[in-house]
């Protein structure tokens, strides 16, 4: 199976930039498509997708979100970051079966 | 507009199989490409796909589990059922159902709550 790994925290101010990463240990892109895909899960709710496809918003996502990468990195951007991005993010391919997940980032407040 | 809830049995004991629903609106499992998959989250592995039912009846199982797993579907009800054999404490977390769009290399569009299973003697 295609391990994700994902920093366990990120501290951040708001109104600051939060770059949150995701490595893959093997490359999870076809030709130029890229197969990861992030979510924000908070406290108590269940996750919501944010990007898929490494750089494309989903339905409603606000702008400040935005994602990049290829091969085996990508990143998760929040700029700004507002009070109610705290929150885990959680990265997944569908490059291989079966799918797979990060253990995710916990975005806190410095 | 999409929704999904899953509702089980709360609480079971070790070796029990565990029955799951997953009710959805918004979309139907007789449409083209559409699927319904199963993700679990638990302390121990995190989140953690399970298996998905595709519009034509396919099914796909996470190898991991899948002696496992049986999964099938009510189309004209609108819902999706998960099974899991034989479980133990391992198998406590929390089960999400989830609308899949993409046969191939597709991604978890809309989640439900998801419902809480403890086993536990």
């Known amino acids: 199976d295609i391990v994700l790994t994902q920093s366990p925290v990120l501290a951040v101010s708001l109104g600051q930039r939060a770059t949150i990463s995701c490595r893959a240990s093997?490359?999870?892109?076809?030709?130029?498509?890229?197969?990861m895909h992030w979510y924000q899960q908070k406290p108590g709710q269940q996750p919501k997708l944010l990007i898929y496809r490494a750089s494309n918003l989903a339905s409603g996502i606000p702008a400040r979100f935005s994602g990049s990468g290829s091969g085996t990195d990508f990143t998760l951007t929040i700029d700004p970051v507002q009070a109610d991005d705290i929150a885990a993010y959680y990265c997944q391919q569908s490059r291989e079966s079966p799918d797979t997940f990060g253990a995710g980032t916990k975005l806190e407040l410095k | 507009q999409v929704s999904l809830k899953e509702s089980g049995p709360g609480i079971l004991q070790p070796f029990q199989t565990l029955s799951l629903t997953c009710s959805f609106s918004g979309f139907s499992l007789g449409t083209s490409n559409m699927g319904v998959g199963w993700i679990r989250q638990t302390s121990g592995k995190g989140l953690e796909y399970l298996a998905t039912?595709?519009?034509?009846?396919?099914?796909y199982f996470n190898p991991s589990l899948n002696s496992r797993l049986t999964v099938s579907k009510d189309t004209s009800n609108n819902q999706a059922f998960l099974k899991i054999t034989s479980v133990d404490t391992a198998d406590t977390g929390t089960y999400y159902c989830?609308?899949?769009?993409?046969?191939?290399?597709?991604?978890?569009?809309?989640w439900g709550q998801g419902t809480l299973v403890t086993v536990s003697s």
């Open positions: 093997q490359s999870v892109s076809i030709s130029s498509i890229n197969l």
């Open positions: 039912i595709w519009w034509d009846d396919d099914k």
């Open positions: 989830t609308q899949i769009r993409r046969r191939v290399h597709g991604w978890f569009a809309y």
